[in-house]
């Protein structure tokens, strides 16, 4: 067994775990600067198109999906490894933290008792030495119900050959607070591990008064039955989105919610969540005004403009127009912030020309020639009034077993790095002793000598100030002087 | 109003600086007293700045009863004010004035630049910010943010210090400011109460995240710079706590986390993300 | 009544003169001047001077000069020049620069303030004290305090010593936590220990290649011994070093030192070299969280911080000028019996 620790030194070493650390650090900021295909595939293609011989290297190591690479996969495995590792064998750095398993050994109960002793007590860091009036008898028992009354906890009393002792404590329950941490911490890692094998998430971008199915679990398919957005008024910011959403497995309705963003509908454990929305191409009808007349189109077909030896389709539409720079047409977004229409126009079975039309700029026309290419055109005599756009709504699916997991690991962290960073464990060891000995009689009534040892897990520093006036208390109470007060608070600076 | 307070809030604040400044070469309690002054009245009309910003923003009734913190003007203002009024209350306690000087630049910077670059408009929020999360999830990170800050602060007096007793000729400065090892450990205890505060904001918004998108944890580049921030002061913390490694070294990684920290904050709006939220920048 | 003063101190007397008066008690002094006839008087006494100041009824028709003269019978010498004889407004500004520091041997020491207190209680306890000479005195304090917070005549180091001890301050805070280590056994060095000492430095640790001089010294300050093989290794816990060997080349270098720094996890080591020739190699002070001052940077700091005291002097005297006229107008009015309520207002914001 202890081969085996040794052989694992390394991966209980703090350094080396600092290093690990430092490696998720580098590798995490490396994936934010390099485009991931999860996020953006359109991105990771554009970057492979302009540095071709860097790509190669990239995706050899995995760069362009990073966070789900093998070997950063390995790294986060690694950290909760040695978590798991150090916790559980490194002796802690506290002597006063128990350690896993948290029964107390038996070097710990020597030491304690070792630690009793006067000699012992004055190489605490703070420690205090004072003679007193009150009797033996008296004193241990007051000095008890002082510490008692400051919300000290008494644990125990001993009994030694040159006096009584005892032992008090404060904010006890922070030993446990860099257990608690560290647990929570691989709780979560858990809990991540159970989504990545377990769970799955899907985008299901659904058009209006359609249905898909759910490709992870194929049976089951969602309607979007309505889609609502509202804008802030003026603008094209939406304020709010939702869909009536059904969920349907063959014919049968499954569960039915109307979803918001921050609202998902869960059924079974499998949330459904809107995502994001948006026009694809599609409308319903647009408005077409010619000469003060409209007339409504459905999408791809053509209709006769009366009066005219014209026909008519309105063929495509791009919510958010925009030019490419080699001069097509383009959408910025999926949201209609600038629709425009192209209209087809024949003339018999001929196709005389292509148009682009738009719902915010009535003035402008342009002209698409058979490459696709645009240019402009004067104004025209007819006007985009117009457009009902089938919307389609992105629902965000997701099946996370993981998250109960994740969701107490949270808890459990919140709880220990309080525990751990805002506990102030304090803890006292005083032993009473009287200073004549002889009969018992005597000892009972004798004046007593009081050693007082403290620690405090934030350091002597922040502890001194505390421990000086518990000093002076049992100065005070039990009527003494201190004869040694090698505490560290009660030097003046010097100006 | 919003802007004139502000505005004044920022010539408190400017002045404030001015004199922490002066308190650290001329040893006049008068200055640190009036910096103190100046700067519990910058708090005050910030404040009252702040409640007009509110006003003004819930007159939308869709972001009733949301912070205004949607936006850089808004974000960096509470920020600042947060910054501001964490130091009027540490030295209203402690009277360490001298750290002034190293404290104060950061809301004077902070709520300037908000003042000079972003657009102070309010806007209705994007509908995946209308979730009570806003008021939690971000204001216990960037109250975390400002006391790193702090810390910061704190480090950056360590170096003066230790530059001064290195150099052999200390001047007055060096009797003032505090021992190198009473500042290292100061840096040390604000980290570590700020730290907690940090790693559970990052959870809250791991919570938040499953709530409006289905995922716990995406690795968007926000949240991988708050967790890479969290990384780097774990490090420090693991340093200080377990391998009591004390001074210059510390201090440098505890700085390098508060550089991450201002990237975190400014610098990852230029990665694209689903935390580009913040709008109205330069 | 008026206030008088006569007095000698550092500047105006020889040291035997001083030393005639330095033997006397106050309190028996303060005894006689009572069966004298005078009420009220203070003596300030201390090893730079002697001072008695005392209040006579008005038409007594007794000046500065009688005070000195029952001086000079105490000290059985007479005085001549040697002393300064000094009545109301004078003796008011007198006072208030001996609490400022001002007519000090170093300007601006603050010992001289609580010299200043103690004599005043020892009048208090004796019964020499009344209205008139508790409020002079409680201003005294009062001024003396305020022109150390508000001028810079008290800032800096005045002594090697101290400058050494205020250094290592500046590094670790609280000396309590330090432990001092001190090579070799020079004169200087023990001021130091002492030094360290009176600011409850934690441990002081002695070697020196003579075991027995070691243990002697140790023994002396309260501190323990290190044979002279081991003192690389004590390196590593001791904070402040003070070196002050005879070595005629360094006996420590930066190898010795990076050892040492290696445990030590960043905490900082201070290094005093008081020796001449050198006992620790310059290079050392090129390590991270290693400063080594030797005596002449030491020396070189200490007179410039004299010479800047020179200004806050300037602005002292101010403050004490106007202290002392406030004061000598109340003191008029209080005898003209129409008495003007002495300004308190600065006590607000001091």
Known sequence: MLKYRNKMALFRSIRFNIYVGLAIAIAAAVGTLVPQTPESPANVETFQLHHPALSHFYHFLGFFDLYHSPWFMGLLALMAFDIVLCKLWNRPPDPDVVSLPPEETKEAEAEKHLSMKAEALRLKPLKAVLVAKTPYREAAAKAREMLRARGYHLREEFSLPQGSAFLATRHRPQRWGSYTTHIALVVILLGALIKGVWGFTEMIPVLEGSSRAVQNIPQWSVHVDHFRVRYYPGTMNPSSYESDVRLTDGGKLLAAKTIHVNDPLDYQGVRFYQASWGAGGMFRKVLLEIGGKAMELAQRRAEAIPGLPFRVEADMMLPDFTITPDGRPDTASLEPKNPAVRFAFFLGKNKTRALWLFMNFPKVCLVEDEDGRLSHAPPPPFRLAGIEPILFSGIQTAYDPGYKVVAAGGILWLCGTVLLFYLHRRRLWVLVEPRRKGSKEEMESSPIRLSVGGFGSRGPKAYAAEFDSIIRAFETELSGHAEIQESRNNIQEVV | MELALAKAAFAFYAAAMALAFLYLFYKDDKWSLWMLRLMGVGVLLQSASFGFRMHSFWLIPENRYFLPINSFFGALSYLSLAVAAVFYFVEGRHRLGILGAFVLPWPVIGLGSALIWADPKTSGLVPALQSYWINIHPVVLMTSYAAFGNAFGVGLALLVQEHQIKSRKPSELCYRLPSIEELDDLNYHIIAAAWPVLTVGIIMGGVWAYNAWGRFWGWDPKETWALITALIYAGYLHMRYVGRLRGKKAIYVSMVGFASVVFTFLGVNFLSGLHAYLSGGA | ?350
């Not at chain 3, 006397?24 to 203070?42: C, N």
């Open chain 3, 1 to 350: 009544m008026n206030l008088l003063l006569a007095g000698l101190n550092h500047k105006t007397a020889p040291l035997p003169l001083r030393e005639r008066l330095a033997v006397l008690e106050p309190q028996k002094t303060l005894h006689q001047l009572r069966s004298e006839g005078f009420a009220e008087g203070v003596i300030i006494a201390t090893c730079n001077r002697f001072e008695l100041y005392a209040l006579a009824p008005r038409n007594s028709g007794r000046g500065a000069a009688e005070l000195s003269v029952f001086l000079e019978r105490q000290a059985g010498a007479p005085f001549g020049p040697a002393a300064y004889r000094m009545e109301n407004g004078d003796a008011v500004r007198h006072l208030f620069e001996v609490a400022s520091g001002l007519d000090s041997l170093v300007v601006g020491e603050t010992d001289i303030l609580g010299q200043v207190k103690d004599s005043y209680f020892v009048a208090k306890d004796a019964g020499m004290t009344g209205k008139l000479s508790n409020v002079l005195f409680q201003r005294a304090l009062f001024v003396g305090k305020r022109v150390r917070t508000e001028t810079a005549i008290s800032v800096g180091p005045t002594s090697v010593a101290s400058l050494a001890v205020d250094l290592a301050s500046r590094v670790f805070g609280n000396l309590a936590d330090c432990s001092a280590l001190i090579l070799g056994a020079g004169a200087m060095a023990q001021t130091l220990s002492r030094t360290l000492r009176s600011r409850s430095a934690k441990e002081i640790v002695i070697s020196n290649r003579s075991w027995d001089r070691a243990r002697e010294i140790a023994a002396e300050c309260a501190g323990s011994a290190v044979p002279w093989e081991e003192f690389p290794r004590a390196l590593a816990a001791a904070d402040i070093v003070i070196a002050s060997t005879a070595s005629p080349t360094p006996i420590v270098n930066s190898e010795t030192v990076l050892r040492a720094m290696k445990g030590r996890m960043g905490r900082s080591l201070f290094f005093i070299d008081i020796s001449m020739p050198r006992n620790v190699d310059e290079s050392v002070h090129g390590l991270d969280h290693v400063y080594l001052y030797r005596m002449e940077d030491l020396e070189k700091i200490v007179a410039e911080s004299l010479k800047s005291r020179d200004h806050a002097v300037r602005h002292a005297g101010e403050i004490v000028r106007e202290k002392a006229d406030e004061f000598s107008r109340w003191f008029e009015s209080v005898r003209d019996g129409r008495e003007i309520s002495l300004t308190h207002s600065d006590h607000g914001d001091s």
